[in-house]
């Protein structure tokens, strides 16, 4: 959790969505609209069943993978440190 200049840790916690999309591609407008109607913007977003090879969306960094047809992604609201580590 980020601290802020006291030392203490910040009292807000994070927001988590996730979302089997099935195909992001098609849902994406949606999504965004449905984060700009939100009085609290999401700080990360787990998509599943992403289908798509590159996922964009304004306003946050991806970290994706992608077999095939099917894929993951992390998306991360810029601002905040995210560290993306490879595993085998």
């Known amino acids: ?5 006291t030392g203490k840790p910040e009292t807000e916690p994070f927001t988590i969505w ?7 591609g098609n849902k994406k407008a949606a999504l965004q ?3 700009r109607s939100s009085p609290k913007k999401p700080d990360i977003i787990m998509l599943q069943e ?4 590159d996922p964009k969306l304004t306003g946050y960094r ?4 992608t077999t ?3 894929g993951v ?3 991360v609201r810029k601002g905040l440190t995210a560290i993306e580590k490879k595993t085998e």
């Open 1 to 5: 959790m980020p601290r802020q200049r």
């Open 18 to 24: 996730q979302w089997n999309c099935q195909s992001f």
């Open 33 to 35: 609209q449905h984060i």
């Open 50 to 53: 992403t289908v798509v090879q």
């Open 62 to 65: 991806a970290h994706a993978y």
């Open 68 to 70: 095939g047809r099917r």
């Open 73 to 75: 992604c992390t998306f």
